[in-house]
């Protein structure tokens, strides 16, 4: 257990249900975790078992029932500036540049109160040093529909990042790009936590993705959602790709995929598929 001191979100006792009566559905129970500053946890479990609802209450985008999420000593209970989300989707504006994109939350009036003449030097600063971590100087004018899914994303987290939030919510960016773009994402997204020192919260359906990321995979059970086990992650944190080859890493992978196969009630995913298979079978019947 973190001592007070270590915690920046506190998850206690969440729960959380859609719907009422007859169609009220359980989607998160007794959720409790705590995550350190600085910590990079990753969310993972079978369809249906809350990651993304739990990401999005995280956020103050979802209200719960039940329980309490305290964010830097106060409780959520709506979006704040020291949350910052990025989405599958790239959610940017297409009628302003990259530049634009990444600086758009300045326009928001909570960045405009009391901002003097060095604070908006500092933010073009902060904006132009973004551009050039994510590497997008050479697309810096451009327009969304310009840039390939890769890029879009890379603007998407910049712009997260521009007010520098203490806690980032990532729910599955990189789930609609190749496997050559993701692992390029991976080694960036890794760079700029280390970086930033920000404290991450990442959704995924990626077994090798949530290991390679995370210090901690917190494997997630559905009907209803909730936590079934948290396996520490034991390598440091400068990270490559030949790791994914590693022993220690195939064992982990095979250990966090036995535990979603174990919750889904499926030993494996032949199994499911057969399953899937004969329902639909026997609906055509």
């Not at 559905?25 to 969310?43: K, M, Q, Y």
């Not at 003097?116 to 040093?129: C, I, K, P």
């Not at 990532?170 to 700029?192: N, S």
Request: proline share 4%; charged share 25%; hydrophobic share 40%.
């Amino acid at each position: 257990m973190k001592t007070a001191i270590d915690i920046k979100i506190g998850i206690r006792h969440l729960d959380k249900h859609y719907g009422a009566g007859a169609r009220r559905t359980h989607a998160l129970r007794d959720v409790c975790l705590d995550i350190a500053a600085g910590e990079f946890v990753t969310l993972v479990g079978a369809s249906g078992c809350g990651k993304s609802t739990l990401l999005r209450t995280l956020g103050g985008l979802e209200e719960y029932a039940e329980g309490d999420i305290v964010c830097n000593g106060a409780s959520v209970d709506g979006p704040g500036p020291d949350r910052a989300m990025v989405f599958q989707s790239y959610s940017l504006y297409p009628w302003l540049t990259v530049t634009q994109n990444i600086k758009f939350c300045r326009r928001l009036k909570h960045h405009r109160e009391d901002a003097t003449s060095a604070d908006v030097e500092m933010a073009a600063g902060r904006a132009e040093a973004l551009v050039a971590l994510m590497g997008l100087g050479h697309v810096a004018h451009a327009y969304p529909a310009e840039l390939s899914g890769g890029m879009r994303q890379r603007v998407a987290i910049a712009r997260a990042l521009m007010m520098r939030p203490d806690v980032l919510l990532m729910d599955e960016p990189f789930g609609a790009l190749d496997a050559q773009t993701r692992e390029v994402m991976h080694d960036l997204i890794r760079h700029v936590y280390l970086l930033e020192k920000t404290t991450v919260v990442f959704v995924t359906h990626d077994v090798e993705e949530a290991i390679y990321l995370g210090q901690r995979v917190v494997v997630m059970a559905p009907r209803p959602g909730r936590i079934d086990s948290i396996i520490d992650i034991p390598f440091g944190a400068r990270r490559t790709q030949e790791l994914k080859l590693a022993p220690e890493f195939t064992d982990l992978k095979r250990q966090v995929l036995e535990r979603i196969r174990a919750t889904s009630g499926m030993r494996t995913d032949l199994e499911q598929l057969e399953k899937l298979t004969r329902n639909i079978t026997l609906s055509g019947d």
